[in-house]
């Protein structure tokens, strides 16, 4: 009986692999999204610099061979992720967008200008600066002090408190902007 059930959900996965990659060819005929396509794909206008260079980390952390495009299975990857990734996974990936210099450790400065951005985009209304929230996010998850936060900090830190959860995680409601935006055109 869970056989059944699993090749189902297996069928619904191939179907929708099926209708993305007509949709992904559709808009994208060469089988390479670029960044501006990729912005209007989410449907995002780009109104405003905090959004954009949001949009430009999310597009560069999709790109795993760092040609500046999109190929149909970075695409289907980052889909997955965003739509029914687990949460240790949505973590890492928070992780290497916040990693600007792909050091594997995150400073102050990368973290400050994230958090910016987010506050920017989400348009928080709150007592904390970034500079604030950065340094709160330290004092909580940067265990050993040494004024960088590695990646199992980051993920242990997000976990063990909800605050930090929702700030580190990167979800400025990206999966409900892709569905909406995405049914669109398939």
Wanted: hydrophobic fraction near 40%; aromatic fraction near 10%; charge should be negative.
């Amino acid at each position: 009986m869970g056989q059944v059930q699993s090749d189902n959900e297996e069928e619904v996965d191939l179907a929708q692999i099926q209708a993305l990659y007509t949709a992904f060819m559709k808009e994208c005929p060469s089988g390479a999204l670029h960044l501006h396509e990729f912005r209007k794909i989410f449907g995002v206008q780009s109104s405003s610099s905090e959004e954009a260079l949001y949009i430009e980390s999310i597009f560069k952390s999709f790109d795993r061979n760092k040609d500046n495009i999109l190929d149909f299975m970075e695409f289907v990857a980052a889909v997955h992720l965003v739509l029914r990734g687990k949460l240790e996974d949505r973590l890492k990936w928070s992780f290497k967008v916040y990693d600007r210099d792909e050091n594997g450790k995150l400073d102050r400065d990368e973290v400050k200008h994230i958090i910016t951005i987010i506050y920017k985009i989400k348009k928080l209304n709150t007592d904390m600066t970034p500079s604030n929230v950065c340094d709160r996010i330290f004092e909580l998850v940067d265990q050993n002090k040494d004024g960088q936060i590695s990646l199992s900090e980051f993920i242990e830190g997000a976990q063990k408190d909800p605050w930090i959860m929702d700030l580190l995680k990167l979800d400025v409601d990206a999966s409900g902007w892709f569905r909406e935006n995405w049914k669109k055109k398939t």
